[in-house]
C-alpha cells in the first residue's frame, strides 16, 4: 500500500510532489508528525494559507492521489507520472521500472534514499570544485532574515513583477524586508519594487518579458541595517500558457548565476561597494515548478564556472524548506564521491 500511494504522489505535477509527499508523510522526519503540523509544512511549500490549503488544496491532492490509486488497481496498470484532476477516472500508460525515478535526492546521490529534513540554522560544507575546494554555507532559514551578506539573490519571473507583499515567496518577503515602514509596520517607501520597476523602464519594453536569465540590480533598501548591499533579481520563472503556476528550465537557473557573478564582479571592480559575498536561493523549487535536485545542480553547475574565473567569492545557499536543505548537502555531498 505505501508504494502504490508512493507511486501515485510521484505522478503528481512537479510543483505538487512534495506537497504530497509530506502530506502524506513519504519525506524522511514527517511520518511521526501530526497531521496538523504535516499540514503546516505543505501549506508553506505550496506557498498558500493553512486554512486555504485545508479546505481547498488538500482535498484536491487526497481526491487526486485516490483516483490514481484506483484507477491502477482497476485496470492493472502501474502508475505513472499523470494529471489527475478530480475523483473520475484516470488515464494511465505503462510505467518504467520502479527504481525509474526515486525521490529527489536519488537523482543526485545514485541511492533511493529519500532526501533527510535538515535543521534550521547555518551549516558550512567544505566542497570540492574542479578549481579547489569551495566552503560554502547553506542557511536553513528565510532570505530575508540572512544579514552581513553583501548581495542577495531574488527569484523573479521574466516580466520583473515581484510577488505581492504578502506572498511567502523569495520575491515577496525581499520586496517586504526591504520597503519603508510607519511605526505601525505599514508600507510607505515600497524601495525595492519601485527600483526594479525604474530598471525595467530603462531597459525593456513596457508589458514584454526579458530573456530568461536576465538579472537586474537594486539596492537593499531597509535590509542595509542588516549588512545587505544588494538585492539581484534573477529573471528565471515563465508564467504557464495555462492556469497559475510557473515553469523554470535549469538552463534559465544557470544562466542566471553565471549572470548574477559577473555584474557582482563588475560593481566590485568599479570600487562603488566591496561586495565579496553572494547568498542564492533554489531558484523554482516553490512555484517554479523546479524540482529542488534539479536547481540545486544546476545552480552548482553554474557556481563552477563563476568560481573558477573569480574564486574569491563567499557563496551561501538559501532554504526556509528543511526537505530541500537536504538535498542540497546531498548534492554537495555527491561532489566527493
Given at each position: 500500500m505505501e508504494e502504490a500511494l508512493r507511486r501515485a504522489v510521484d505522478g503528481l505535477d512537479p510543483g505538487q510532489r512534495d506537497v504530497g509527499r509530506i502530506t502524506f508523510g513519504l519525506l524522511p522526519g514527517t511520518r511521526a508528525l501530526p497531521g496538523k503540523a504535516r499540514r503546516s509544512?505543505?501549506?508553506?511549500?505550496?506557498?498558500?494559507?493553512?486554512?486555504?490549503?485545508?479546505?481547498?488544496?488538500?482535498k484536491l491532492l487526497i481526491r487526486q492521489v485516490a483516483a490514481a490509486i484506483m484507477a491502477a488497481a482497476g485496470t492493472g496498470a502501474p502508475m505513472t507520472h499523470g494529471n489527475a484532476t478530480g475523483p473520475g477516472p484516470v488515464a494511465t500508460a505503462a510505467a518504467s521500472s520502479p527504481a525509474s525515478e526515486t525521490p529527489e535526492a536519488s537523482a543526485v546521490s545514485g541511492t533511493s534514499r529519500p532526501p533527510k529534513s535538515v535543521r534550521a540554522?547555518?551549516?558550512?560544507?567544505?566542497?570540492?570544485?574542479?578549481?579547489?575546494?569551495?566552503?560554502?554555507?547553506?542557511?536553513?532559514?528565510?532570505i530575508e532574515l540572512i544579514e552581513d551578506v553583501d548581495v542577495l539573490v531574488s527569484s523573479e519571473n521574466v516580466y520583473f513583477e515581484m510577488s505581492?507583499?504578502?506572498?511567502?515567496?523569495?520575491?515577496?518577503?525581499?520586496?517586504?524586508?526591504?520597503?519603508?515602514?510607519?511605526?505601525?509596520?505599514?508600507?510607505?517607501?515600497?524601495?525595492?519594487?519601485?527600483?526594479?520597476?525604474?530598471?525595467?523602464?530603462?531597459?525593456?519594453?513596457?508589458?514584454?518579458?526579458?530573456?530568461?536569465?536576465?538579472?537586474?540590480?537594486?539596492?537593499?533598501?531597509?535590509l542595509a541595517t542588516r549588512g545587505v548591499h544588494r538585492i539581484f533579481h534573477a529573471a528565471v520563472t515563465t508564467p504557464r500558457a495555462t492556469g497559475n503556476g510557473y515553469e523554470t528550465a535549469p538552463e534559465a537557473v544557470a544562466l542566471a548565476v553565471r549572470r548574477v557573478f559577473e555584474l557582482a564582479g563588475e560593481e566590485r571592480d568599479s570600487g562603488e561597494v566591496p561586495l565579496r559575498s553572494v547568498a542564492l536561493p533554489l531558484f523554482g523549487a516553490g512555484r517554479g515548478g523546479l524540482a529542488a535536485w534539479r536547481s540545486a545542480?544546476?545552480?552548482?553547475?553554474?557556481?563552477?564556472?563563476?568560481?573558477?574565473?573569480?574564486?574569491?567569492?563567499?557563496?551561501?545557499?538559501?532554504?526556509?524548506?528543511?526537505?530541500?536543505?537536504?538535498?542540497?548537502?546531498?548534492?554537495?555531498a555527491a561532489r566527493r564521491r
Open positions: 509544512m505543505a501549506a508553506e511549500l505550496a506557498d498558500i494559507g493553512v486554512d486555504r490549503f485545508r479546505k481547498h488544496q488538500e540554522g547555518r551549516h558550512r560544507v567544505d566542497t570540492p570544485f574542479p578549481h579547489g575546494e569551495v566552503t560554502i554555507t547553506l542557511h536553513v532559514a528565510p505581492k507583499t504578502f506572498r511567502r515567496t523569495i520575491s515577496g518577503s525581499l520586496r517586504r524586508a526591504g520597503a519603508t515602514k510607519d511605526a505601525g509596520g505599514r508600507i510607505v517607501d515600497d524601495v525595492i519594487a519601485h527600483q526594479l520597476r525604474s530598471w525595467s523602464e530603462r531597459s525593456a519594453p513596457s508589458g514584454l518579458p526579458v530573456a530568461p536569465g536576465t538579472v537586474a540590480v537594486t539596492s537593499a533598501g531597509a545542480e544546476a545552480v552548482l553547475g553554474a557556481l563552477e564556472i563563476a568560481l573558477a574565473a573569480d574564486p574569491a567569492w563567499s557563496v551561501h545557499l538559501v532554504t526556509r524548506n528543511p526537505v530541500s536543505a537536504g538535498v542540497v548537502l546531498d548534492a554537495l
